[in-house]
């Protein structure tokens, strides 16, 4: 039941972000609020709530005023530099994440697991290259602000550096080789499918922010967007959806956040029975 709760309050939230008019301004708060309940009531260790009560924080500090149209993004509030641009969208599911990682100590991680996470993090920091390299070509073509390229590495910084550490956490679970972490939940800390697809949707997300870190930064038109992978989807704004990938990246974000409790809680049964109202265990298949 709370689970369900707080999906369909993250429901709403996207709803709102894509019309730009939202339908309940504290349901990413009621969202993030209601899993970090999750993670109290299933008993997981401190540095788990500690984790989802800053992303509580943040959804707080960023709860859109009561008065309707454009309350979600505004091209004239942001920060006034391009670091604090990328920051602002990451730093909440950053310090998040690497709190998790606190939660595996060192040692026991399959090669293959490593090979992987190495991989994906190149993969990661190449898409940045091509970023900024494409965006220093164009402004060097088109005579445009030489500070520009400069403002978009600082920009990038910290969506990046959100990518890699989710890219950690989707490996560290495969890692684990069996062996139970400081984290008690059966020796199954977050080794479930739910727990790596989180962190890989967070991944997702950081990408997603690097692009909007970029995109907020004054460039010439024509230095904006080419190579970017959000470019490529079939999102047109419309007056009524002025904003289809800020909200399609709201639902991922929150998507990943609640399949990272759903695999924290899943391997304990009794603590997703309580969450879910549904009896799980020895004692329920006995009835």
């Known amino acids: 039941m709370v689970l369900a709760a707080a999906a369909a309050c993250g429901t709403l939230h996207a709803a709102g972000v894509l019309t730009a008019n939202p339908v309940w301004r504290y349901a990413e708060v009621a969202s993030?609020?209601?899993?970090?309940?999750?993670?109290?009531l299933s008993r997981q260790p401190w540095m788990v709530p500690v984790a989802f009560a800053v992303l509580l924080v943040d959804a707080v500090a960023t709860v859109p005023p009561g008065a309707p149209?454009?309350?979600y993004l505004s091209p004239d509030a942001g920060p006034p530099s391009a670091f604090a641009q990328g920051l602002r969208l990451c730093w909440a599911p950053l310090a998040a994440v690497v709190l998790l990682l606190v939660g595996w100590r060192r040692g026991g991680w399959h090669r293959r697991a490593v090979v992987t996470a190495l991989t994906a993090a190149a993969l990661v920091v190449g898409y940045a290259v091509v970023r900024v390299v494409d965006v220093s070509r164009a402004v060097h073509n088109g005579r445009g602000p030489a500070d520009g390229v400069g403002d978009v590495i600082l920009a990038v910084l910290a969506p990046v550096a959100l990518a890699l550490a989710a890219v950690a956490l989707a490996a560290a679970p495969a890692g684990r080789d069996g062996e139970e972490g400081p984290l008690p939940i059966r020796g199954t800390l977050?080794?479930?499918?739910?727990?790596?697809?989180?962190a890989v949707l967070l991944v997702v997300v950081?990408?997603?922010?690097?692009?909007?870190?970029?995109?907020?930064?004054?460039l010439p038109p024509h230095a904006a967007g080419r190579t970017s992978l959000s470019a490529a989807l079939p999102l047109t704004p419309t007056p009524s959806m002025p904003y289809p990938?800020?909200?399609l990246t709201a639902a991922v974000e929150l998507a990943a956040y609640?399949?990272?409790?759903?695999?924290?809680?899943?391997?304990?049964?009794?603590?997703?029975a309580d969450?879910?109202?549904?009896p799980t265990g020895p004692s329920a298949s006995a009835r």
């Open 275 to 278: 969450l879910s109202g549904t």
């Open 190 to 198: 977050g080794r479930g499918p739910s727990f790596a697809a989180g």
């Open 258 to 272: 609640l399949l990272l409790v759903v695999g924290l809680a899943g391997g304990r049964p009794r603590a997703v």
């Open 245 to 247: 990938l800020a909200a």
């Open 32 to 40: 993030i609020g209601l899993l970090l309940a999750c993670t109290v």
């Open 206 to 218: 950081a990408l997603a922010h690097l692009d909007a870190a970029i995109g907020a930064v004054p």
């Open 69 to 71: 149209h454009g309350v």
